[in-house]
Every structure is written in C-alpha cells, then in structure tokens.
C-alpha cells in the first residue's frame, strides 16, 4: 500500500502539491485526474522518489521512498516525457532495465515489441511520439514491479493501442496484482479502467473516492412525468440536476437505488429508466456540490 502524508512541494513561491493526503490500496487503479499545472507530475515525482517533499512523506508499505533503493525497485515510473539513453535502442534499455529489476521478463518485452510492431535494434530517437510511449509501457510491464506509475501514459496513443494498453494492465492486475497509478488530464481516458479518482487542483486534492461507492449512491433517471408534475413533485428524491427537453426529464439524483425505484414508482411515470452516469457526469455532480464547475477543471 502506498500512503502520502501531508506531501507538499514548493519551488520557490509556486506550491506545486500542498499538503496531499492520499491511500493506494494493492490491486487497484488509481486514477489522478487534473488539468495541466495541477501538480499531477510532481506528485508522481515525490511517490517515485525522485523529488524529495519539502514536507510530509510517501510510504510503501510502512517505508519511505526517497533514496531507498529497495523500495525504487519495486516500481517503475513511466514519465509524460519519456527518457531514453542518449542513441540507445529498446533492446539495450532492456538490457539496462533488467539490471535494475530482477523480475525483467526478457521473452515477455521480445513478445511485445513484435507484437506492437516495433523494432527493438532501431535507434529510440527515430521514432515517433506514440511509439516512444508504447516502448515505454513495454519496458513498465515487462520490468515485474508492483507498482506502475504513468503519467500521460495515454497521451499519444491511437484509440486501438489505448485500449490494448489497458488490457495489459488489467491482465498484469489479475496475474500478478500489479496496482497501477495513473495521471491524466482526461476523465474519459480512465472511466473503464479506474477503481478509484483522485481530483487535483491547484496542487490539492478537491475530489478523492471509489468509483464503485460514487456509483452506488448516484443516478440518473430519464423519466417522463403524469402531465402537470415537475421533477420537485416527486417524493423521496435528492436531485442534484434536473435537464428538461419537452417532456422528458433526466435527473440525477442522490440515494441507494431501492431508495430512488421507490420513490420513481410512487409518482407513477408514465416512462422511467434509470441509466449508468459516465466518470464525467459522477465528478460533475460531486465537485458542483464543493462549488467547483468540473467542466473548467478537467475536460
């Protein structure tokens, strides 16, 4: 489990993170939501050991990160701007990598390169952005860590290779409970993949839960009402947000659904469906509430 106490970072007047609380549980996703300057990549810089906090700290199981090579060794951090040595190629950052991480499955990363289609003798620097990051993740899965630390990682990626990335991720969580830790400045990006979201603005985190517990105590209802009643007329409801075309509401609302069918069964609709929110309609409705407009935080 990874823990963040109290972890602030200044660089001369700009608080980049200030004062994070944050939990990892193993085997999870942890998605890190925020627009750019948010202080994602500083906070994935202190959890991976490379900056060290101005305050508070990052633990891995009870042990800091910072200058603690043991513990480095059980993560890999995949950076927004990927580095690779000066004129290597991907078969010698291998090389390099499996040095460093004693569960570096070489068969695994040849497996991969051929089946991205990439040229593991080719010099990095010749290649393209997303073929960078694809050899990156490569090196991430391959390297058997606990913990993978991504930063933009999706940045870059056709929609194809998106989605067969995360199919490597969620393979590596069922096999061998890799947790990974994403950063992002898109919600729609981690909606089918993450566990758990953290918001992070202005180097603070506004918004921090399970998905699953947002998922269960928000929803919305499209409905259409008996003529001459209004969405207030109905009993039980905790609406958040009411959108009206012609006759057909949609409401979210907050509650358990037994709570929500009951209270919709009772007015008698003449049509009611409760339909599943996306991760962008749940952080709507939770950040409104806090008075922030998601919408001008992260898109």
């Given amino acids: 489990m990874i823990e963040a106490r109290n972890l602030t970072k200044r ?14 549980r193993d085997g999870s996703v942890f998605g890190l939501i925020g627009t750019n300057g948010a202080g994602k990549s500083t906070f994935l810089r202190m959890m991976s050991g490379i900056l060290r906090p101005d305050e508070g700290s990052v633990t891995i199981d009870g042990k800091e990160v910072y200058e603690d090579i043991q513990v480095k060794s059980r993560f890999f951090y995949i950076s927004d701007d990927q580095y690779f040595f000066s004129n290597s190629t991907p078969e010698e950052m291998m090389t390099f990598y499996r040095a460093v991480y004693p569960k570096f499955n070489k068969e695994r990363f040849i497996h991969l390169m051929e089946s991205f289609g ?26 058997g860590t606990d913990y993978l630390f991504c930063d933009e990682t999706f940045d870059g990626l056709d929609p194809v290779m998106r989605q067969t990335v995360k199919s490597i991720f969620m393979g590596d969580m069922q096999e061998r409970n890799m947790t990974p830790i994403i950063a992002s400045h898109n919600l729609r990006e981690l909606e089918d993949i993450c566990d758990h979201v953290g918001l992070l603005h202005k180097g603070g985190i506004l918004l921090s839960k399970d998905l699953d517990d947002m998922k269960l105590n928000l929803h919305k209802i499209q409905c259409v009402l008996q003529p001459g009643r209004k969405a207030e007329d109905i009993q039980g409801l905790e609406i958040i947000n009411t959108e009206e075309r ?21 007015c008698e609709p003449i049509f009611a469906e409760i339909i599943p929110l996306s991760l962008e309609e749940i952080f709507i409705s939770e950040t409104e509430v806090a008075g922030y407009d998601i919408k001008k935080l992260v898109l």
Avoid at 123 to 131: D, L, R
Avoid at 246 to 266: F, I, N
């Fill in 246 to 266: 012609g006759s057909l509401l949609t409401l979210t609302v907050r509650g358990s659904r037994d709570q929500v069918e009951a209270a919709m069964h009772s």
């Fill in 11 to 24: 660089f001369g007047d700009i608080v980049a993170v200030d004062h994070i609380d944050a939990t990892i």
């Fill in 118 to 143: 990439l040229d593991r003798r080719r010099k990095i620097n010749t290649f393209s952005k997303g073929m960078k990051k694809q050899a990156a993740v490569i090196c991430g899965v391959c390297a």
